[in-house]
């Protein structure tokens, strides 16, 4: 519902580029209240959600660094769209040229490894069901390896060095503090989200190893550890 009507509000075809009318300047805030719910039914902490989804999608607009829900990264190559009409029809035109790894909206999630846990493109593109399956993952990294701060690396890659990039700046978009040394966060009250320098979305999302691809229905059995890091909650 949210992606038609968006999408009859907005016909602006190019991306990336000046458009007859300006895009819906609400845009942006359907990330952060998708991730602000998703933070909320899946009890991961929403300041790494919002690091997240502007590590991955930001664009400055207006002086301001903002998330973008119509946003993908096409091997490569990322665009944001006005709209989700046109980013749609863009990647189906690429997959049926033969493009295969792609990664779309909020969260960037990627179609490759997660496509299956998602009805089709259209509800993948969503941003509640985009946000509510990354806050999904993130709590099963966070489950499988005790730690946020793992857990915000592995969500993009687990090779070292790319996660702990990844990590780092995740942490400064979100306004937290890189830790010196592995384990909890060390954090005071009062700490907003960061902002960033405009630039390209961000490639390489949720790419699991090899045999692990995770599903929908393994992070509907997983629940909630009773340890919380308060610190990190908005």
Known sequence: VVLAALAAAS???APRAAAAAPPDPRLPAMCEAAARRAA????VPLRLLRGISLAETGRKRDGRFQPWPWTVNMEGEGRWFDAPGPLLEWVRARQAAGARSFDLGCFQVNHLWHGEAFEGLEQMLDPEANARYA???LRALRDET???ETAVGYYHSRTPDLAAG???RVLRMAGLPAPDLPGGFALGPGLVPGRGVAGPP???SLLAAPGQTPSMRLFASISPGARRE???RD
């Open 11 to 13: 016909a602006s075809p």
């Open 40 to 43: 909320a039914a899946e009890d």
């Open 135 to 137: 806050a999904r993952f």
């Open 146 to 148: 005790g730690s946020w």
């Open 166 to 168: 990844y990590r780092a």
């Open 202 to 204: 961000r490639g390489g």
């Open 230 to 232: 308060a610190a990190l």
